[in-house]
């Protein structure tokens, strides 16, 4: 039977501004061994699938740094330390990386996205009715086209590749699940 580790000490490895890497040195259960697992602290994860008043998701287009390569996702982004919720962070972030607002906001799960390395959660949440409120308020760091697709196409999109990021695939799948696209 699996058990808890006994967590014997903690000690600060980076603060890299965004992420913070503590190494936690833990005893194993099944064999008494000390272990050293790297925990990167970080704020939590949002994602938002929009739908328009019409019945089109509402997608971003960016170039994202890590693959290197131009994505269509969902808006999305972290939780900011004064956020009062996560669900007002989504709505917060449609609205910087779209325009887009309003709407009625279902929150669909949050999950651990990968526990074994990191201290964050994911909620995900879809807005239904939302429309244009006003131009995009982009970050400095941030180049966004918005795109609108139909139900249809965005599994399209998924299906082609066209839509990789994991975090949208399951804001997706989780909507259809709760038939609320």
Do not use: C
């Not at 699938?49 to 287009?61: M, S, Y």
Request: glycine letters at 10%; a negative charge; proline letters at 7%.
């Amino acid at each position: 039977m699996v058990k808890p580790w006994k967590l014997v000490s903690e000690k600060d490895k980076a603060d890299l501004g965004l992420f913070r890497v503590k190494g936690r040195k833990a005893v194993s259960p099944l064999n008494g061994l000390v272990h050293e697992f790297m925990v990167v602290n970080m704020p939590d994860w949002l994602q938002l699938l929009p739908i328009t008043q019409e019945g089109r998701v509402v997608l971003v287009k960016q170039y994202r740094h890590a693959n290197q390569m131009i994505g269509l996702e969902a808006p999305g982004g972290l939780v900011e330390p004064d956020d009062p919720d996560p669900g007002l962070a989504a709505l917060r972030e449609l609205r910087e990386e779209t325009g887009y607002g309003g709407g009625e906001v279902f929150h669909l799960g949050t999950f651990w996205p990968q526990p074994a390395m990191l201290a964050n959660q994911a909620h995900f949440y879809l807005a239904k009715g939302v429309s244009l409120q006003g131009p995009q308020e982009q970050d400095p760091g941030e180049d966004i086209e918005v795109v609108l697709a139909w139900p249809e196409e965005m599994e399209e999109m998924i299906a082609k590749g066209r839509v990789h990021n994991a975090m949208t695939v399951l804001a997706w799948t989780l909507a259809q699940k709760a038939r609320l696209v």
